[in-house]
């Protein structure tokens, strides 16, 4: 039997010789022997790390990698199944949720602390409850339905049998499938005279997915979410999936994702969180990426203070220093020592892990299927430093909110070839720093992506918010002070900025001094007041538009 190397993040080779007790020569040379060069500060993606690793007789368990679904001999309690409804819009995924709310007559719903995310607890009989995540079509839940499948234990695919497969439900399916969770198909609608189950299902085996009825793997049930047909039917499906994944939980620190995150002037920063493994107890240390603190309150879906929270029960708690992203995952740590030793880890994981990667992340949208398919295999062919392109997702289309969330995720770049880019997906991008490049020449696309791999590329401007000027004064020795108002985003100190008027640039400059009520602040964000001083530069008026932005 093979060693074991636990580690919380990618590691040097440096580091992993210190594990290994093996000479940093003799890893690199195993590296070399893969075609790949390596020099010893620098830090093994998961890929070769296992291989290499695997070589020296030891395997690796990277616990970040494993972050949700980390096999542990320890976990011998039973926990309920957790439940995404995944679904293009209208087809019936909240009606379904609500039918089976209605139909329970003990359910407890979690929607008091959660009512934008919609998360709720079902007691679907004595023996068995359920934990249902419902995903409407806003930005947050575009990136629940990206990242929220790791915490998900089935996803439940609604689609309406009068319609067809929509743009939501293909990405439903792609995402459940990226991530390994069983997919249950319910065909709702049932009850209208033009449904057609058969051409769903024969739409789906065109995607290489055969549902149990056409000798396939896949579980369905017809439904009729307004009159409560075959919904029984569908939750004695769900039991049966979730019996086979027999789902377990340990005693040791908690793991899990955020739901949602917010900050108010009397509670500081909150999460809603849910808990996939581990126990979390009111003191631990919480590490949500960069975002960290001590839980000081645990609230239940009431509003009552808890001591502890099991996984697969939403709960909301306090005492982070930042609001994380929906969907990130946590760890909890019971000592201080504990934390500051994974958080060291953290720190340096973010600090390399641009220098290490040997992949770009890459989605691809086009106008046509023919010009998609044809990027798509140059770009493929391109290896750059042995570094390639890794393609997370393509399509024909043009650039919509869910390509940036999906590129948020994955850290992806965004390239479109004659598409353009909807206005909020757009400002996503703004907000998120997601990189997107719009071209009509391949050729172009094949240059750009090589400059990405050969780290050349030009820094990209990206916007961090926009402000409205309302009054302007002026204070000696600084000059003209603009009155304004941030309508998006943030204003940031010494950024570039872009004065426009009539949607016309005006001037290009630095933001020389930002205050708010008096004070010189570093960042205001949306809806507040400030006060914006323009280096070298006077010539403002009312109702002009002040853009900050980053070269990144």
């Known amino acids: 039997m093979k060693k074991k190397i636990r580690i919380f993040n990618l590691i040097t080779i440096k580091e992993l010789a210190s594990l290994t007790n093996v000479r940093k020569e003799e890893i690199i040379k195993i590296c070399s022997s893969l075609g790949i060069k390596v020099s010893f500060y620098q830090r093994l993606d998961y890929e070769l790390l296992t291989l290499v690793a695997s070589d020296l007789g030891y395997e690796v368990e990277l616990i970040d990698k494993q972050i949700i679904r980390r096999n542990n001999n320890k976990a011998s309690i039973s926990r309920d199944p957790v439940i995404i409804l995944l679904g293009h819009v209208d087809h019936g995924k909240t009606s379904l949720l609500d039918y089976i709310k209605r139909s329970k007559v003990n359910y407890e719903e979690y929607g008091g602390i959660t009512q934008n995310i919609g998360v709720y607890k079902v007691n679907i009989n004595k023996n068995n409850s359920f934990t249902f995540i419902d995903t ?31 743009q939501y439900t293909n990405e ?81 620190n908690a793991v899990g994702s955020i739901i949602e995150s917010s900050l108010n002037k009397e509670n500081g920063y909150t999460a809603t969180i849910i808990i996939k493994d581990g126990i979390l107890t009111l003191g631990d240390y919480l590490l949500v990426g960069e975002i960290f603190g001590k839980v000081i309150k645990i609230l239940d879906e009431r509003g009552n203070q808890l001591k502890y929270v099991r996984p697969s029960r939403p709960v909301l708690i306090f005492g982070l220093n930042g609001a994380p992203n929906t969907g990130d995952i946590f760890h909890s740590c019971k000592t201080e020592k504990e934390f500051q030793k994974r958080f060291s880890y953290k720190k340096k994981d973010l600090r390399f892990e641009s220098h290490t990667s040997e992949k770009l992340n890459l989605i691809i949208k086009a106008d046509l299927n023919g010009s998609l398919e044809a990027l798509t295999e140059s ?19 043009n650039i919509n909110e869910s390509d940036v969330l999906l590129a948020d995720t994955y850290k992806a770049l965004i390239v479109g070839f004659k598409v353009k880019i909807s206005s909020a997906a757009k400002k996503i991008a703004n907000k998120n720093k997601i990189l997107i490049k719009l071209y009509n020449i391949i050729y172009k696309i094949d240059k750009k992506i090589k400059d990405f791999l ?30 304004c108002i941030v309508l998006e985003g943030k204003m940031v100190i010494n ?10 640039i005006i001037y290009v400059g630095k933001l020389n001094s930002l205050k708010s009520f008096k004070k010189d602040v570093k960042v205001v964000k949306k809806g507040s007041e400030c006060g914006i001083n323009i280096k070298n530069f006077n010539n403002i008026k009312i109702g002009d538009i002040i853009e900050s932005y980053n070269d990144i």
């Open 172 to 252: 439903a399916i792609n995402n459940a499938k990226s991530v390994g969770i069983p997919i249950i198909f319910a065909f709702n609608k049932i009850d209208k005279q033009n449904s057609d189950i058969d051409k769903i299902r024969r739409k789906l085996a065109e995607r290489n997915i055969l549902v149990e009825e056409w000798g396939g793997a896949y579980q369905s049930q017809a439904i009729s979410a307004k009159y409560g047909i075959g919904i029984e039917k569908l939750i004695e499906k769900i039991i049966l999936e979730a019996e086979l994944l027999d789902l377990k939980y340990s005693q040791e």
């Open 454 to 483: 050969s780290n050349n590329s030009k820094r990209e401007e990206l916007i961090y918010g926009r402000a409205k000027i309302k009054t302007f004064f002026t204070i000696r020795k600084i000059g003209i002070i603009a009155g």
């Open 136 to 166: 409407p079509g806003h930005e947050a839940f575009m990136a629940m339905r990206y990242r929220g499948t790791q915490i998900t234990d089935i996803a439940v695919v609604v689609i309406a049998a009068d319609e067809d497969i929509m």
């Open 379 to 397: 770009l493929e062919k391109i290896i750059i430093n042995n570094k390639k392109i890794n393609l997370i997702y393509k399509s024909i289309g």
């Open 495 to 504: 950024s570039t900025i872009k004065l426009k008027r009539d949607d016309k």
